[in-house]
């Protein structure tokens, strides 16, 4: 498998994905999934552009509008996990804070992954043998320096609150799965999720932060890590799409120290 053509590959696909999106803004249609979360056209006309393009590398795909079946992902060793549009509920709301997830699985982990958000143009993506770029040029991920956790703008819980209190955390409320660029970028130095997300929410984020490095302006580096709740990598071809819940750290080292609830 070439990497750098299915990396860009996967750029002209999300660039497409990020056009269909936009071009509904003005022509909103809005309906109710079975699982009573909200479905747009945009969602709709993405998927279909962004799989158009994928298609051509021969390598099936998962999307949340078409998702591949346990019986026929078993036997695959490698295939798209995409995302549409993420954050459909800031969409409807006419908000900035939604974007596109693809990441390519291998061996159940993801070995490259964009994420576009439409509204900015702004681009991140990657591949095991790659750096991470930002909007097409070499990006360093930012340290923060302050003690703060990135949580959900639309969900909340008790978990969340006593993680923040027995960690002596702030919290930065971020819609969608750009709370991994937040982390990316330097606005906050964890990222934690006691809330089961599906697998093609996750998934392009996951790979991002732990092929990161993070730097600040004393040269110190650290390494980026995400795992589940006991230090495990996710794994993304199981049965079921829902996955654990997570921490994701800009400096691994955090990992000793964090008090986790009891769940």
Same mark, same amino acid.
């Given at each position: 498998?070439?990497?750098?053509?299915?990396?860009?590959?996967?750029?002209?696909?999300?660039?497409?994905?990020?056009?269909?999106?936009?071009?509904?803004?003005?022509?909103?249609?809005?309906?109710?999934?079975? +699982?009573?979360?909200?479905?747009?056209?945009?969602?709709?006309?993405? +998927?279909? *552009?962004?799989?158009?393009?994928?298609?051509?590398?021969?390598?099936?795909?998962?999307?949340?509008?078409?998702?591949?079946?346990?019986?026929?992902?078993?036997?695959?060793?490698?295939?798209?996990? /995409?995302?549409?549009?993420?954050?459909? #509920?800031?969409?409807?709301?006419?908000?900035?804070?939604?974007?596109?997830? /693809?990441?390519?699985?291998?061996?159940?982990?993801?070995?490259?992954?964009?994420?576009?958000?439409?509204?900015?143009?702004?681009?991140?993506?990657?591949?095991?043998?790659?750096?991470?770029?930002?909007?097409?040029?070499?990006?360093?991920?930012?340290?923060?320096?302050?003690?703060?956790?990135?949580?959900?703008?639309?969900?909340?819980?008790?978990?969340?609150?006593?993680?923040?209190?027995?960690?002596?955390?702030?919290?930065?409320?971020?819609?969608? *799965?750009? #709370?991994?660029?937040?982390?990316?970028?330097?606005? *906050?130095?964890?990222?934690?999720?006691?809330?089961?997300?599906?697998?093609?929410?996750?998934?392009? !984020?996951?790979?991002?932060?732990?092929?990161?490095?993070?730097?600040?302006?004393?040269?110190?580096?650290?390494?980026?890590?995400?795992?589940?709740?006991? !230090? +495990?990598?996710?794994?993304?071809? +199981?049965?079921?799409?829902?996955?654990?819940?997570?921490?994701?750290?800009?400096?691994?080292?955090?990992?000793?120290?964090?008090?986790?609830?009891?769940?």
């Amino acid at each position: 498998m070439n990497l750098d053509s299915m990396l860009n590959l996967g750029i002209e696909a999300i660039n497409a994905g990020g056009n269909a999106i936009l071009k509904t803004q003005n022509n909103m249609q809005i309906w109710e999934k079975e +699982n009573k979360t909200p479905l747009t056209n945009a969602d709709i006309a993405a +998927n279909e *552009a962004i799989c158009a393009i994928l298609s051509k590398s021969k390598i099936p795909i998962c999307s949340e509008e078409q998702p591949l079946s346990y019986d026929i992902r078993k036997n695959l060793e490698s295939f798209w996990l /995409i995302d549409p549009l993420d954050g459909t #509920k800031s969409f409807i709301e006419g908000s900035e804070n939604y974007c596109i997830l /693809i990441a390519l699985i291998y061996a159940a982990r993801p070995i490259l992954s964009l994420i576009l958000k439409p509204k900015t143009n702004e681009i991140y993506y990657a591949h095991i043998e790659s750096k991470i770029y930002k909007n097409h040029a070499e990006f360093s991920p930012l340290r923060c320096h302050e003690n703060i956790t990135l949580v959900s703008k639309h969900h909340g819980s008790t978990l969340d609150t006593q993680f923040i209190n027995d960690n002596h955390l702030q919290s930065l409320k971020v819609g969608s *799965a750009l #709370k991994f660029i937040a982390l990316l970028e330097g606005r *906050a130095n964890i990222y934690h999720r006691f809330e089961s997300l599906n697998s093609w929410d996750i998934a392009a !984020g996951d790979f991002l932060i732990n092929h990161s490095t993070f730097h600040d302006l004393d040269s110190k580096i650290t390494q980026g890590f995400m795992s589940d709740l006991n !230090g +495990n990598l996710l794994l993304y071809n +199981n049965e079921k799409f829902r996955c654990p819940y997570f921490l994701a750290v800009n400096d691994k080292e955090m990992l000793k120290t964090l008090k986790i609830p009891k769940i």
